[in-house]
């Protein structure tokens, strides 16, 4: 592997001593005296020094960037506010490479009120925002802000029409189609002057700001008088308006009920990228939601992460506007409550530069109970979506694909591109409830109909080469067996006509079709444990292997003294490390739905008359402890086979020895309150 000549950290590495312990600021250039990443350290000796141990010891984005380094400069600083602010301004100034760069993952639409106008209009936009106009979003989808818009046109007919099409109707004296249906108020024509305009523009702003209460109050006392007044045809023209209204903000449920102003933060992060998802909560309501992915800089923890966003979401810019989000008009872009999944690791100080900014009292915090805690999981949940949806748009693309098998074909040396993979992992709490999994990628693609689980038979303490060597001759010696069962099929003249497909079920041999290349999780043991079970069935000449270890990402291979280094950028790797995480997840949920029953058969053990049968029966209505200690006497009643007093004596066991209220252990029968 032949590159340009990097250079040694070694030559411009400050002199023993000479580095401050106080917290600051650092910046590595390179010899063109380019900034190429900043940081910050409580303790600038103790950080600085990491970057200059045994480069083998490095993150491979972090070799890269100690090599590309020709000068290192500090800044020491008061505290760690000020470190908090120093850091976020030389990220905006000079743009280091190095840095982690959040980019959103698709540009999310916002709607747009031209309030400068003598006429505000109102639209659905994306990109660059404009001084003096107001905002609302970003929403996720463009399709139901417009959808709301053109509802909400019909109470508040405000002008929608572009400049064009406003200026060519007052030059002509006649309205375009939109004041003929009653969804503009025609200003163009003079139908009402600035000062009523703006006056609906600004219930339309008051509603979508969440301030419906009192149009809506105002609303229904028109209708009413109107009604009392015979005047049937307006009543019916408010009463729609109402059924419009109410349309409008069904679309936007409450999930804070106590109307709270907040922005709700969760990361989901692999080895490779980190994903954000964040919910825009105005008066309790989500008003908009956004998503990124970035490429993971370093081995830096999800509160460095964390902190890092929020540098970036709410840091200042040169023209003393807030970050990424802008100020709507309506108030300011950082609300009261921040809410994160992960604590930053500048909680303070980072609570302490939001408050400056916002000038009032910000609430950074991890939410544990409550309707913020379950908006947090939905928010975590999302976070995660977007990062799968970001790993499957790339590996969905027909040409991404190609070039990731290309990649892992060339740098592992392999004569033909591996069309079939398979990777496998164990998965164990102290050697109990040992499982492993088997999943297969085909083409780039999950093929999830050949995944397969394993219940590790033989299996002492907590050694993982014995159960992957269990698990692997499992796999090889179903291959070897259907090869034979084939073979044995065979013609007389020779001719093989046993298919991949059972003669006698009709159903495809499950593991009939021999892998191209096994991907072990693990470096150079795991591999050489792996090796040995080829060699065992014969097979290694056949099947190529290699381990992907995960602090660093490298690809080991059998009888290789060094690992294969991958880009960060390849899409070789990518593929790799997408086959590898979803071995383990496969491992692990199959390992805690197996915990799961353990436990709930653990607790059932003592309960006399309780067979087979009827924990199977519990087992499949209740799946877990957990929910089977929330179940009720009654509940356990309805199930087959289960009496009054053996769903008694159950509940019992399962809350202790006290009595449950409600029961009557000697007879088992519900008492009534």
Known sequence: RQGRPVADPSTYRPAPGTIPTQPGVYRFSDEHGQVIYVGKAKNLRNRLNSYFQDISALHPRTQRMVTTAAHVQWTVVQNELESLQLEYTWIKEFDPRFNVM???????????????DEFPRVFVGRGKRRKGWRYFGPFGQAWAIRDTMETLLRVFPMRSCSTGVFNRARSQGRPCLLGYIGKCSAPCVDRIGPDEHRAIVEDFCSFMAGRTAPILRRIRTEMDEAA???????????????????KAMERNAIVLTDGTDADVIALAVDPLEVGVKIFHVRNGRVRGERGWVADRADNAEPAELMEEFLLQLYGLDPDGTSGQIRDDGLGPAIPKEVLVSVEPSSLEGLGELLTNLRGSRVNLRVPMRGDKRTLMDTVTRNAQEVLEQHKLKR???????????EEIQEALGLDRAPLRMESYDISHI?????VGSMVVFEDGMPRKSEYRRFVIKSFDGSDDFAAMHEVLSRRLRR???????????AEPDGEVTGTLVDPTTGAPRKFAYAPHLIVVDGGAPQVHAAQQVLEEFGL????????????LEEVWLPDEEWPVILPRTSEGLYLLQRLRDEAHRFAITFHRSKRSKAMVESVLDDVPGLGEVRRK????????????????????????????KLAAQVVTALQGEETPTGVNTATGEVIEE
């Open 540 to 551: 290694d000449d056949e099947i190529a292997l290699c381990g992907l270890a995960k602090r």
């Open 617 to 644: 029966a519990l087992l499949k209505k209740f799946s877990s402890v957990r929910a089977l200690r929330r179940a009720s006497a009654e509940e356990i009643v309805e199930l087959p086979g289960f009496g009054p």
């Open 102 to 116: 959040y980019r959103d993952d698709k540009s999310y639409p916002w709607l747009c009120i031209t309030w400068s």
């Open 479 to 489: 291959l070897q067996e259907d090869r034979e069962q084939m073979t044995a099929a």
């Open 430 to 434: 102290q050697g109990t409830n040992v």
């Open 228 to 246: 009392e007044n015979l005047e049937f045809e307006r009543a019916a023209v408010l009463r729609d308006s109402l059924d419009s209204l109410t």
């Open 395 to 405: 590996s969905s693309d027909l040409a991404t694909r190609t070039r990731a098998l």
